[in-house]
Nanobody, 126 residues
Framework: QVHLAESGGGLVQAGGSLRLSCAAS????????MAWFRQAPGKERKFVAG????????YYEDSLKGRFTISRDNAKNTLYLQMSTLRPDDTALYYC???????????????????WGQGTQVTVSS
């Protein structure tokens, strides 16, 4: 079992930046994929970005490419999401997720991830 804890959220003005972190503990050896999701009030949880263990497979929700950057530091068991040029519609609860097992394609769906953090709130004011 992997325990995930997000941090780094907060209130930021439109156009600003934030870096989210997700610290993993427990059985963290060789987690095949990790990802960020977000959930706005009253909406479903949506995929933001994902990365494999070695960091050579990185993928994003298409509309977020160029503004968001995902990375991981396996030595620190930490996943990051650098967000720039933030907009009010980026306001959401941001979740870190880990996917174990085998995947024929990089996972993007919530059901493909078996460990979740509690989320960190990002609020972007206009």
């Amino acid at each position: 079992q992997v325990h995930l804890a997000e941090s780094g959220g907060g209130l930021v003005q439109a156009g600003g930046s934030l870096r989210l972190s997700c610290a993993a503990s427990g059985h963290t050896t060789n987690i095949p994929y990790m990802a960020w999701f977000r959930q706005a009030p009253g909406k479903e949880r949506k995929f933001v970005a994902g990365i494999n263990w070695s960091g050579d497979i990185i993928y994003y929700e298409d509309s977020l490419k160029g503004r968001f950057t995902i990375s991981r530091d396996n030595a620190k068991n930490t996943l990051y999401l650098q967000m720039s040029t933030l907009r009010p519609d980026d306001t959401a609860l941001y979740y870190c997720a880990a996917a174990g097992g085998l995947h024929f394609a990089p996972p993007r769906n919530t059901y493909e991830f078996n460990s979740w953090g509690q989320g960190t709130q990002v609020t972007v004011s206009s």
